[in-house]
């Protein structure tokens, strides 16, 4: 098999050196397939299981007969580990650099992680496709079913069933699509059941130089304002500078009157390499033990991740201002429409709509306008902060949205029923997992690597009465309102809990502290990843 | 009075600076002692009193067609901005408040007039729930090798400390007349805080009039006094918290720092905490940033640092573990001093004890710290805090600085703290409100002359009565972080220090955190105390009735069946709850909305200003229910300065465009 190839040593004496939140194990270091364990012995509670797709980075450094090496997590843990022998220390950084970066999906950790108390195929059920489409149906039936993309031929990175008015057959949905990037058409994201009006979804028209027009394309945003209101707004996540460049490429945004009744709104957000960049200085600057307390705040604005913050939540809550306020209806993209557009839909769903703040509400959420709305999670979590090396398409998009929605937490501590525990949880999954719910970068992909057949879902694992409870706010109490987040710089902050890893803190989470006061059993706050293997 | 030229202006406007809501229409009264803003919306009637020691400084700005713009910045960081119609009012109340803000008799403030309707023997008795020689019992003091001296009885060596001051026993009156005439203003070195389980003690003074040679016998037996009194350690620490610069300006005065060379067995070491100027102009900075109308991320960031506020902040912090660490860790003494040891000193001192004893992480216990560190040790409350019009040069937020470093702890360690954040915004409000006798005067020879606890209240009575206000519901005394030293992470670790907006912009409502877990625990937490004594009195009762011999049951004879059943029917007629409610772990809270704020306003008026009220603003769009009206006891709810609640939804902030 071609994991003992890569294994050049598998097994040696290492010390794991004491850090934040670890104590010093001392003990056989293995290494397997999947995982680098550190045993001191039997069972013994301390030993370290880590999955070796979480490792960033690698750094090695020898002297006489050991050596050293530290390996920086995706989850943005560091570990380090002092290792008896020059040739072991070499052979073992190596087979974890090889067995960290192997890129197949098929022979990752979640084909083979099989833990007892789950059934494989368990989460089928959980969040049907048209899961969505029969809550929006109890409200109205203006909408349809569409199930043109069954095969992924119309858009490869939507899934199968999709929402769309009713009025419009597929064949117009099938024209739309060759008018826009990857055949995203325009589909329903949310229907805001107070007012009627409807927030939509797509990537940019193909208008290119010489401003082509698509009457399906028309006649589909035609129909789907008819049925939301009078007014509508296309929310565009790039500036109208950006705009004109990709009109020389071939893409472009609507043209005002190609469409009757929308207008037009330009809202640039970050996105692709500016973004990972942010990481990475963020964390840089957060770990930096030479940085003092006179440059911080200038340091961190340079990493610009909280001006980042700003602008999602701000343009989320005008979208969300918008429909419930004026009665306007959204379209939403960018691009490609698979980041930026999926953060302000997703956020401006949670600060509308209080069935998303619930624990199955916000899984609900993040299937519908992360996963299947296809976020190519493959792509932006191959690599975290600490990687060397050139990004290829990575982007922190979903750590940010996970910070937007950490953000409402703390301004709105009760209306949230997951705590920032969740948000951490889902951090690390999404980067390393022993699931295969945030594997490929579509549905079309997991389908094809049979993803839903063979691992195991995430949310059925949350889902399970003991972890559900330490992932639980134990303050929830519904809130049947929009929350409205203040967005002024006073009252945004840096999420410690994501970048505190590298640090010794002795209590920063509420959410810890709350353990003691609440009748939940409620023991660790940040569990490992696959306890249960 | 006679200072006020007009004491009602109609058909003023109040501007909301943060949002674009519409601004109010109302009236503005003055009167002797207030500030009040009554709007005209007849359903709300909502109330804005401002105390007139509260105002910070009023500008009048350009008039405009829509009439002439007020600004009156309070030291609690409120903001009033205001339209009068006619110049010429304005005109008016910007004299009267020009005068009426700066009184320049003692006399004339609030505290003098304020009447709580207390009798005399609960005045006295508020003014000795803190005891500092009750304290220094607590701490072990007097030992073998400590003492209370009567060395300054009548002040007579130093005007500026307390009557009461605790030395080594083996320092004679000699030695210490001796060294205080070596010492700035005569404040020789004197225990703050002793640590029983090391021995190890902090002392303070100020500095020595050490010029570039001076030498002082005295002073040196003194320090060896100090240093002797721990056993345990051949060493102690001198830490002059001044930047090594300053230090070195004040020997060309003759004054300076202890030299190493004379004094046996000291490590010297400089902290470099600015001065009160450079924080006083730091604070300036930070508020200019907090005043900015939408500004960007940058424009903050880059602001909150050019200020150095928190750079400071870290600064006093990082001072503070130093002694702490020297006096858990290492069992060794510490003399702390600055200039004349009555600004960094105190707070660098207090930090510490507080890092260092969990009973000053109490509720009772802060009291006594501030009463220990800043109050008795004279701490110039009336010339850093403008109490009467002075010097502004003197002026400057150094209590408010150990506030916050108070505060940056508490957002590290939620569990170490028997009180919570609106005990400490409540202490700044009071600590510049004159309200209360507590912080007159800059030390306590003058407030003996005034006669300040005959004449006015004490502060620590009336937070002590409202205590239930004031319990953080995380606290537990058998918790980790409620025992022992505290000790906060060291780098890399600036993105712990955190702007303060719960202070520094506490009347901009819509940036707070729209719901308050604290309120909601303190709640949740009554609730089932209620419950639980609810039970008790149930099953108290349940007992009793098995008590009673089943053949005095009413019709009941014999049967064991029918007793028990006859057990459970009164027990349910008589309760008016659902019985299944007591096994629920968190009974559910019913939201309790719009008369709660009905409740506060019918508050005794002369109260009215008394806590700056953070919680009453009802948030219905957000759907953050109430909770201030949590007390069942109804009556001594917080009055507030702006209790009323708010008619019109909030809107969303965000759209600042």
Redesign the interface.
């Known amino acids: 098999m071609e994991f003992s190839e890569l294994i050049r040593t598998g097994r040696a004496e290492a010390l794991l050196l004491p850090g934040p939140g670890q104590s010093t194990v001392r003990g056989t270091l293995c290494i397997t397939s999947h995982h680098l364990l550190l045993s001191a012995g039997h069972g013994s509670p301390s030993d370290l299981w880590l999955l070796l797709h979480n490792v960033d980075a690698v750094e090695k450094r020898v002297a006489g007969n050991s050596g050293t090496i530290t390996l920086k997590c995706k989850d943005l843990q560091v570990l380090q580990l002092e290792i008896e022998g020059l040739g072991e220390t070499l052979d073992i950084a190596s087979s974890i650099e090889a067995l960290s970066s192997l890129e197949s999906v098929t022979t990752s950790y979640p084909f083979f992680f099989r833990p007892q108390s789950l059934r494989l195929g368990d989460a089928e059920d959980l969040y049907p496709p048209d899961h969505f489409y029969q809550q929006v149906a109890l409200e109205t039936d203006a909408w349809r079913l569409s199930t043109v993309n069954r095969d992924f031929q119309v858009c490869a990175s939507y899934p199968p069933a999709l929402v769309v008015p009713r009025g419009i057959g597929d064949e117009v949905l099938a024209r739309s699509a060759h008018f826009r990037q990857g055949g995203r058409f325009p589909v329903l994201s949310y229907y805001h059941s107070t007012n009627g009006t409807v927030m939509l979804r797509s990537s940019q028209p193909l208008q290119g130089a010489n401003r082509r027009r698509c009457a399906e394309d028309e006649e589909l945003l035609r129909a789907a304002l008819a049925l939301g209101g009078q007014r509508g707004l296309v929310l565009d996540t790039r500036s109208a500078q950006a705009v004109k460049q990709a009109r020389i490429t071939g893409g472009g945004t609507e043209a005002k009157a190609a469409y009757p009744g929308w207008k037009r709104l330009h809202r640039p957000l970050e996105r692709g390499r500016p973004l990972q960049d942010s990481f990475v200085r963020l964390v840089e600057a957060c770990t930096d033990p030479s940085l003092s307390m006179d440059r911080w705040l200038s340091r961190l604005d340079g990493c610009r991740w909280l001006t980042h913050v700003k602008e999602a939540l701000t343009t989320a809550c005008l979208v969300a201002q918008g429909m419930d306020r004026e009665g306007v209806c959204f379209l939403v993209h960018g691009a490609e429409g698979t980041d930026a557009t999926l953060l302000v839909t997703s956020l401006a769903q949670l600060i509308l709509d209080p069935k998303c703040r619930t624990m199955h509400g916000f899984q609900s959420l993040l299937e519908r306008e992360w996963i299947q709305a296809g976020h190519p999670f493959q792509q932006r979590c191959a690599h975290s902060a600490y990687a060397q090396g050139r990004p290829k398409h990575e982007a922190p998009t979903f750590l940010l949205f996970l910070d937007c929605v950490w953000q409402l937490s703390r301004q709105f501590p009760l209306s949230l029923e997951f705590g920032e525990g969740m948000l951490l949880a889902l951090f690390e999954h999404a980067y390393a997992s022993p699931f295969g719910t945030f594997l490929c970068n579509s549905e079309k992909e997991r389908y094809l690597c049979e993803v839903k057949t063979k691992t195991h879902s995430l949310w059925s694992s949350l889902n399970q009465s003991k972890e559900r409870q330490r992932f639980c706010n134990p303050i929830y109490s519904p809130n049947p309102l929009a929350l409205w987040p203040s967005v002024e710089p006073q009252s945004l902050q840096l999420w410690a809990g994501k970048v505190s890893f590298p640090v010794p803190l002795p209590a920063l989470s509420i959410g810890s502290a709350l353990t003691g006061f609440l009748p939940t059993p409620n023991s660790r706050p940040f569990p490992p990843m696959d306890s249960s293997t | 009075m006679e200072h006020i030229r007009t004491p009602k202006v109609e058909n003023v406007r109040l501007m909301d600076r943060?949002s674009s809501k519409k601004p109010v229409l109302g009236t503005l009264y003055l009167t002797a002692t207030h500030v009040i803003f009554v709007e005209n919306e007849p359903e709300t009637r909502k109330e804005t009193w401002i105390l007139h020691s509260e105002i910070s400084s009023i500008e009048k700005q350009a008039t405009t067609a829509g009439g002439c713009p007020l600004l009156i910045r309070c030291k609690n960081f409120q903001v009033l901005h205001l339209v009068v119609p006619q110049e010429r009012d304005c005109q008016d109340v910007y004299i009267s408040l020009l005068r009426l803000a700066r009184p320049v008799k003692y006399e004339e403030l609030f505290c003098f007039s304020f009447n709580p309707k207390l009798d005399k023997e609960e005045r006295e008795q508020g003014w000795r729930l803190v005891d500092l020689r009750e304290e220094y019992k607590r701490m072990g003091i007097p030992n073998s090798c400590w003492h209370l001296s009567d060395v300054n009885r009548d002040y007579r060596v130093c005007d500026s400390y307390p009557t009461d001051v605790y030395v080594p026993r083996s320092a004679t009156a000699h030695i210490i007349v001796g060294s205080s005439k070596f010492r700035s203003r005569r404040r020789f070195p004197a225990l703050s805080y002793y640590c029983k389980d090391t021995n190890a003690s902090i002392c303070r003074s100020s500095q020595p009039l050490s010029g570039f040679s001076a030498r002082c016998l005295e002073d040196e037996q003194m320090l060896q006094a100090i240093r002797r009194a721990n056993p345990g350690s051949d060493f102690m620490y001198v830490v002059d918290t001044r930047p090594k610069l300053n230090a070195m300006a004040n020997r060309a005065a003759g004054k300076g720092y202890e030299n190493e060379d004379n004094y046996a067995n000291i490590k010297f070491q400089f902290i470099g905490i600015e001065n009160i100027h450079v924080m006083r102009s730091s604070l300036q900075k930070m508020l200019e940033v907090?005043e900015l109308r939408?500004?960007?991320?940058?424009?903050?960031?880059?602001g909150?640092?050019n200020s150095?506020w928190?750079?400071h902040i870290?600064?006093i912090l990082d001072a503070g573990v130093f002694i702490a660490k020297a006096v858990a860790e290492e069992g060794t003494s510490v003399l702390v001093h600055c200039s004349d040891g009555w600004d960094r000193t105190a707070q660098v001192c207090s930090v510490a004890s507080l890092l260092l004893d969990p009973h000053y992480r109490t509720l009772k216990g802060f009291m006594v710290l501030i009463e220990k560190d800043w109050i008795s040790f004279g701490h110039k409350f009336n010339h850093r805090y403008g109490h009467l019009d002075g010097d502004p040069k003197e002026i400057s937020p150094v209590i408010d600085q150990f506030l916050e470093c108070v505060w940056q702890l508490m957002e590290?360690?939620?569990?170490a703290f028997e009180f919570n954040e609106r005990f400490l915004v409540h202490i700044q409000h009071h600590i510049y409100s004159c309200q209360f006798g507590t912080f007159l005067c800059n030390n306590q020879k003058e407030r003996q002359e005034l006669r300040i606890p005959e004449r006015t209240h004490s502060l620590w009575a009336h937070l002590w009565k409202n205590r239930a206000d004031y319990l953080n519901?995380?606290f537990?005394a058998d918790?980790s972080?409620a025992q022992g030293t505290l000790?906060?992470?060291t780098?890399?670790?600036?993105?712990?220090?955190?702007?303060w907006?719960g202070m520094?912009?506490r009347f901009?409502k819509?940036?707070?955190?729209?719901?308050?877990?604290t309120d909601?625990?303190m709640a949740?937490k009554e609730e089932t105390q209620q419950l639980e004594e609810e039970l008790q009195v149930l099953e108290e009762r349940l007992e009793k009735i098995h008590k009673i011999p089943l053949s005095h049951m009413p019709g009941k004879r014999d049967s064991k069946h029918s007793g028990l059943s006859a057990l459970t029917t009164p027990t349910v007629v008589n309760t008016p709850q659902d019985s299944g409610g007591h096994l629920k772990?968190?009974p559910s809270?019913s939201p309790s909305q719009g008369d709660d704020d009905s409740a506060l306003i019918l508050t005794q008026e002369n109260l009215k200003s008394s806590d700056p009220d953070l919680s009453t603003n009802s948030d219905?769009?957000?759907?953050?229910e109430d909770l201030s009206c949590r007390s069942p006891s109804g009556g001594e709810c917080l009055p507030s300065e702006d209790s009323g609640k708010d008619p019109d939804p909030?809107e969303?902030?965000?759209?600042t465009a």
Do not use: I
């Open positions: 943060t907090c939408s500004p960007s991320m940058s424009d903050f960031l880059w909150l640092e150095g928190l750079r870290k600064a590290q360690f939620p569990c519901p995380l537990r918790h972080q000790r906060p992470p780098s890399p670790c600036n993105f712990m220090y955190k702007f907006s520094y912009n901009e819509g940036m707070q955190p729209r719901q308050s877990v909601y625990l949740v772990p968190l809270r219905q769009e957000s759907g953050v909030d969303a902030v965000f759209l």
